[in-house]
């Protein structure tokens, strides 16, 4: 069992660390955090009966084997810069930080080491997230199933050449955000068709759980599993006849494609900012 420490207990270091724990790939002793907010650093060691500390990124760093920056990527720098001398090549580096590349990451480490860097998307929170992960070419086979049993404590996990990432990052890293959009519009159809709020809501989420877990587990193409819902001259094909005529796939498909752009534009402008770092 490897010694495992968070920098950073948000929204997703927190999960991590639920899920570590809950998946046993760390007991409470093998497991350290820490945060800049007090209160949270209270409350994530209260919830999961670790060491937090407030000030202690070079002092976890240095007892730990595998360290996870989940910090956001304009923090990553001085978190780097302020743990560094206590990095060794033996340890694992992980960043969760969207749009900072690893050779970036390896720039500011400035010493040969194993790299990790994961995009998580907010569902970890639940246990149902999506992560996509890459690599530099210093890890073993041992090290990266080591790091993809982190992140299969929280969901699914998927491996990528890093130039993926951006794409990554607009599929999966902001698609629940597409996904709230259709529960929102589904909820406010059947409030115009005379359902309550309540029924609307647990309805709408309830579908959109229950599809997805059937393209999971049936592992049909979603396109064949929409044709099974569909009769000849029904309600759905007519449902199905507006979404086309409003150009739903067309818009779905423009929102990855836009928001790769974004991504890579964002990764560019990290590394012009901090690319000169020593």
């Known amino acids: 069992m490897k010694r495992i420490a968070v920098l950073g207990a948000g929204n997703i270091g927190g999960a991590l660390i639920g899920g570590i724990l809950k998946a046993g790939v760390a007991d409470t002793e093998h497991l350290r955090a820490t945060d800049a907010s007090a209160a949270r650093a209270e409350e994530i060691a209260a919830k999961y009966l670790i060491e937090v500390s407030r000030s202690g990124n070079r002092q976890v760093t240095d007892w730990a084997e595998v360290v996870i920056v989940a910090v956001k990527p304009p923090t990553v720098p001085h978190v780097i810069a302020e743990i560094r001398d206590a990095l060794r090549e033996d340890q694992m580096l992980i960043s969760v930080a969207a749009a900072f590349p690893i050779a970036l990451l390896e720039k500011l480490i400035g010493k040969p080491m194993p790299v990790f860097r994961a995009m998580p998307n907010i569902p970890v929170v639940v246990g149902e997230g999506a992560t996509a992960l890459a690599v530099n070419g210093a890890a073993t086979a041992e090290q990266r199933k080591f790091v993809e049993s982190i992140f299969r404590s929280t969901g699914v996990v998927c491996t990528v050449d890093e130039e993926l990432m951006d794409a990554v990052t607009a599929l999966s890293g902001s698609g629940p955000a597409y996904v709230y959009m259709v529960i929102e519009a589904l909820i406010a159809g059947g409030l115009k068709v005379g359902l309550s709020h309540e029924i609307s809501t647990r309805l709408a989420e309830q579908t959109v759980l229950g599809a997805a877990k059937l393209?999971?587990?049936?592992?049909?193409?979603?396109?064949?599993?929409?044709?099974?819902?569909?009769?000849?001259?029904?309600?759905?094909?007519?449902?199905?006849?507006?979404?086309?005529?409003?150009?739903?796939?067309?818009?779905?498909?423009?929102?990855?494609?836009?928001?790769?752009?974004?991504?890579?534009?964002?990764?560019?402008?990290?590394?012009?900012?901090?690319?000169?770092?020593?």
């Open 215 to 278: 393209v999971r587990e049936t592992m049909l193409h979603p396109a064949i599993l929409k044709d099974r819902v569909i009769t000849p001259g029904g309600v759905t094909i007519s449902a199905i006849h507006e979404l086309e005529r409003h150009g739903l796939r067309a818009m779905l498909i423009s929102a990855v494609e836009t928001a790769t752009r974004r991504s890579r534009e964002l990764t560019q402008s990290l590394v012009a900012k901090y690319g000169a770092a020593k």
